[in-house]
C-alpha cells in the first residue's frame, strides 16, 4: 500500500505539468494493494523464500498506454471515437500477467490517436511534456508510458511499438525501453494499429528491471494468433554475462547519414564501450523504411475504413490523412512492399552471421520542441513528426529484438538512445549489453528533475 500511495502521490504532484495519464485508476489500486498486502502476510509466516519466486514484482506500481484493455476503463487508443465506446471487461493479457507477479496497475497513459505518430501532441487528450524539458515533445506514440517513467510517477510501464513508438520516447524520455521480436509477447486485449508490425513491450529505468518485466511477460497465448507458442525464455539471470564475447557492429549508412550529432556521438560512447569498430551497410534501407509505410497505411486504412467513411471529422487530421492514403494504395503496391520486407530480412539473416548484436542511434535528435513542425538535421530541414522514426521504420519492418539504452552526453541537457539489435529471438543478447553499458555507466536513466525541467521550459519562452 505505500508503493501505491508513493505512486499515486507523484502522479498527483506532477501530472498537470506532464500529462502523461489519461486515466488513474486510484480505488482499484488501492483495494488490489491491500489485499495483496493480506496475501503477502500470510505467505510470509508460511515461508519468507517463496514471496519474490511466486511474485516477483511484488507491490510495484505500473501503468499502460491506453491501447491495453483495463477492466472498468474504456480503451480508448488515444482517440475521440473510441471513448464512446463502452468499459472493458477483462484486462488485456499482459496486465493479467504483471498482475499475476505482484504488480498493480494503476492508471492508463496518453498516446498519438491510434498510435499514429511519432510524438504523442495528441489533440484530444493533449501533449505529453518531456519530464527533462516540459517545453519538448516526449516522442510517440507510447510517449505517457515513456514521460510517466521517466518522470518517475511508474518506475514500470508497458507501451506498444509498430514503427518505433516504444524506441523513440525511450530515447527522449532517457529511459530502457523493449521491442521484442515480433511474436514474441501476446496483444490480446490491446487496441490494434497495423496486425503485421504490432509489438508490446515495457519501458523501465534500468536494465534489470526491464529484464524482470520481460520475463514475467513471456509466454505463449492460444487467443493471439500472431504470438508465436515458445516458453519463457528467461533473460534475468543471463544479464551478468555481460557482453565481452559477443560480435557487435556498427550500422552505417542510412543510420549515418540521418542522424544528428548527438545521436552519432552516442552511438560511437556505446561503441567504444562495447569495443566495436567494424561497420555494416545495409542495403537500401529505404526501401524497408518504405515498406513498412506501405504495409503501416493500408493494414490501419483497413481497420478503420467505416470509421473513415461516417466520421471522418472525429479524427485527428493528420492520422485521418493517412488512414485515407492507406486505404487507397493499390493491391500490387502491398505485395511489393512485402517482397521487400521479406527480402530486407534475408538480407539482415546474412549479417547476424558475422554479428550477434548491432548498434543504431534511436531518433535523429534529441527531444525537439512541442509544435514544432520541422527539425534541423545536418543542411537539411525535415518534418518532425514523420521522421522522428526514421531510425526504427526499417528495423520495424522485419521485427528483429531491439533494445534502447538512454546516453547523456557530456554536459548535455537532454538525454539521446542508442539502439542494441539482435537476431530474432535474442532478447537476452540486447538486453545483456544493456546491462553492461549501465553498469559501465554509458547508460544511465535517472528521474527527471521536474524543477529543472520547468526553469528550462520558462527560460525556453
Known amino acids: 500500500m505505500e508503493l501505491i500511495e508513493a505512486s499515486l502521490s507523484r502522479i498527483a504532484a506532477t501530472d498537470a505539468a506532464i500529462n502523461a495519464f489519461t486515466d488513474v485508476v486510484a480505488e482499484r489500486a488501492r483495494k488490489h494493494a491491500a489485499a495483496f498486502d493480506r496475501t503477502l502476510a500470510s505467505a510470509r509466516k508460511r515461508s519468507a523464500t517463496t514471496t519474490r519466486e511466486r511474485w516477483p514484482l511484488a507491490g510495484v506500481p505500473f501503468a499502460v498506454k491506453n491501447l491495453f484493455d483495463v477492466a472498468g476503463l ?134 534489470a528491471d526491464l529484464a524482470l518485466c520481460y520475463d514475467v511477460l513471456q509466454g505463449p497465448d492460444s487467443d493471439d494468433p500472431a504470438c508465436a507458442q515458445r516458453p519463457l525464455e528467461a533473460t534475468l539471470g543471463q544479464l551478468p554475462l555481460g557482453a565481452d564475447d559477443l560480435r557487435v557492429g556498427i550500422l552505417d549508412g542510412w543510420f549515418r547519414e540521418y542522424a544528428g550529432r548527438e545521436a552519432r556521438a552516442a552511438v560511437a560512447a556505446v561503441a567504444r564501450a562495447l569495443q566495436a569498430r567494424e561497420t555494416v551497410t545495409l542495403p537500401n534501407v529505404a526501401a524497408a523504411r518504405a515498406a513498412a509505410f506501405l504495409i503501416g497505411n493500408a493494414e490501419g486504412g483497413a481497420l478503420h475504413l467505416d470509421d473513415l467513411r461516417t466520421r471522418a471529422g472525429d479524427f485527428e487530421p493528420l492520422s485521418r490523412d493517412r488512414f485515407i ?79 534502447v539504452v538512454p546516453v547523456w552526453l557530456p554536459d548535455a541537457r537532454l538525454p539521446i538512445g542508442v539502439q542494441v539489435i539482435a537476431a530474432p529471438w535474442r532478447e537476452d543478447l540486447v538486453l545483456r549489453v544493456a546491462a553492461q553499458l549501465e553498469a559501465d555507466g554509458i547508460a544511465a536513466a535517472p528521474v527527471a528533475s521536474l524543477e529543472a525541467a520547468s526553469a528550462d521550459a520558462v527560460a525556453a519562452v
Open 74 to 207: 474504456t480503451t480508448r487508443a488515444g482517440s475521440k471515437i473510441e471513448r464512446e465506446k463502452p468499459a472493458a471487461m477483462r484486462d488485456a493479457t499482459l496486465v493479467r500477467r504483471m498482475e499475476a507477479a505482484g504488480a498493480i496497475v494503476v492508471g492508463a497513459l496518453n498516446m498519438d490517436e491510434y498510435a499514429y505518430g511519432f510524438t504523442t501532441e495528441n489533440s484530444h487528450d493533449g501533449p505529453v511534456h518531456n519530464p527533462h524539458d516540459l517545453s519538448r515533445i516526449a516522442g510517440g506514440s507510447s510517449g505517457g508510458s515513456g514521460a510517466a517513467v521517466a518522470a518517475g510517477q511508474v518506475p514500470l510501464a508497458l507501451g506498444s511499438d509498430t514503427n518505433g513508438s516504444i524506441r523513440v520516447p525511450a530515447s527522449l524520455c532517457g529511459i530502457f525501453g523493449l521491442k521484442p521480436t515480433y511474436g514474441r509477447l501476446p496483444r490480446t486485449g490491446s487496441f490494434p494499429f497495423v496486425h503485421s508490425l504490432d509489438h508490446l513491450g515495457p519501458f523501465a529505468r534500468s536494465a
Open 325 to 403: 492514403a492507406g486505404a487507397l494504395l493499390p493491391a500490387a503496391w502491398i505485395v511489393r512492399a512485402q517482397r521487400v520486407r521479406r527480402w530486407f530480412a534475408r538480407e539482415l539473416a546474412t549479417v547476424f552471421s558475422d554479428f550477434d548484436i548491432l548498434l543504431a542511434p534511436a531518433t535523429p535528435l534529441p527531444a525537439t520542441p512541442i509544435g514544432s513542425e520541422t527539425m534541423q538535421l545536418g543542411a537539411e530541414r525535415i518534418p518532425t513528426r514523420p521522421n522522428m522514426g526514421i531510425l526504427t521504420q526499417p528495423i520495424s519492418c522485419i521485427g528483429l529484438p531491439v533494445c
